[in-house]
């Protein structure tokens, strides 16, 4: 079944905040053995969805599991995302020292699979989701994302030879996900907000199409930032759901985006959710099923991941007031 008919069936607004990192709250654990832990991670996952009944969940959301398990240098904090510290790669050559490596064999990567295996086994009432990184934030983490939008226009053939080989990681391990029982696969290419339509479409809108067509799932796109200049170019690829960033205007945005491809989101993660009391995330939200109330392919949403330190109590008041929104068909 495809996004779209989902969201249609459905007698009211779906409600899927992105919400991992707060799950490490209710196991009492930090994001790092969250990272390394697959049964500490599918209990967070476990719990969150048992406490708050969103309509689907996704596992905790991390830009360096495939890049670690190419060997690059990753930091790994206690209480924060890991983040790579190191990009060494400068030329074609550099980039075939990487082939040799098989990045599904990476225990980080396995970890993450084993979560996806947990939480299809034992939660069989819910959509759940993955996140996979980008083809050009990959090969940005390679090179450098300053590095990459220079070479864009100076070294185009060492963007595409890392992209190449970035769309064969991501999909390889977007399948192993799937075949662990994924329902949804988000792919995460937030270092695509600097590039303008027609870079965009060169370097990333090609290869996300590419790696959406070889997944036998729903696919999903989010960009970090505001995306407002790229939605056209992310309209044309082949995805079945744009997840978007607070910066942009949803309710605008939908007037570009076709009306089959699911537009998710986009409460502000900090300022709201982190920020506000529980009666300004309600505000919140009802003001933005209200700009959204014309519109049937809309899953109500944050921007993006929720920080570790999102108040309890605020997911409850996003969910409460996401879920009595009823809408007219």
């Known amino acids: 079944m495809r996004l779209i008919d989902i969201v249609k069936n459905s007698p009211r607004r779906l409600v899927v905040p992105l919400m991992g990192y707060p799950g490490s709250q209710l196991t009492q654990s930090t994001l790092k053995q969250n990272g390394f832990n697959s049964e500490l ?3 967070s996952i476990y719990k969150l969805a048992e406490r708050f009944q969103p309509d689907a969940i996704f596992f905790m959301m991390d830009l360096s599991v495939e890049a670690g398990a190419l060997g690059l240098q990753v930091r790994y904090p206690l209480e924060e995302s890991a983040s790579v510290e190191f990009h ?3 030329s074609v050559a550099d980039i075939n020292r990487y082939k040799v490596l098989d990045p599904l064999f990476d225990a980080r990567v396995r970890c993450y699979i084993d979560t996806m295996r947990l939480l299809c086994r034992n939660m069989t009432s819910i959509l759940k989701g ?5 083809p050009f934030t990959l090969a940005g983490l390679m090179i ?3 590095d990459i939008a220079v070479a864009t226009i100076d070294n185009p053939d060492l963007v595409y030879a890392a992209l190449n080989y970035a769309e064969d990681v991501i999909t390889r391990y977007a399948k192993e996900l799937i075949n662990a029982g994924a329902d949804m696969i988000a792919i995460l290419e937030p270092t695509a907000v600097m590039l303008s339509p027609k870079s965009f479409q060169n370097f990333s809108g090609s290869y996300l199409s590419r790696i959406a067509r070889r997944l036998d799932t729903m ?6 930032g505001d995306t407002t200049h790229l939605l056209r170019a992310m309209s044309e690829i082949e995805m ?18 076709p009306s089959d491809c699911v537009l998710i989101g986009n409460v502000d993660p900090v300022r709201v959710m982190v920020n506000q009391k529980p009666e300004g995330v309600r505000l919140a939200v009802r003001e933005l099923l209200g700009q959204m109330s014309p519109y049937q392919n809309f899953i109500l949403s944050t921007g993006c991941d929720l920080p570790q330190e999102t108040p309890l109590e605020n997911i409850d008041a996003f969910m409460r007031e996401g879920k009595s929104w009823v809408y007219a068909r």
């Open 41 to 43: 991670h599918y209990r």
């Open 88 to 90: 060494p790669v400068r």
């Open 144 to 146: 450098g994302a300053s």
């Open 130 to 134: 993955g996140y996979v990184i980008g």
């Open 240 to 257: 079945q759901g744009l997840s978007l960033d607070s910066a942009v205007d949803l309710a605008a945005a939908a007037k570009v985006v």
């Open 219 to 224: 696919t999903i796109l989010h960009i970090c």
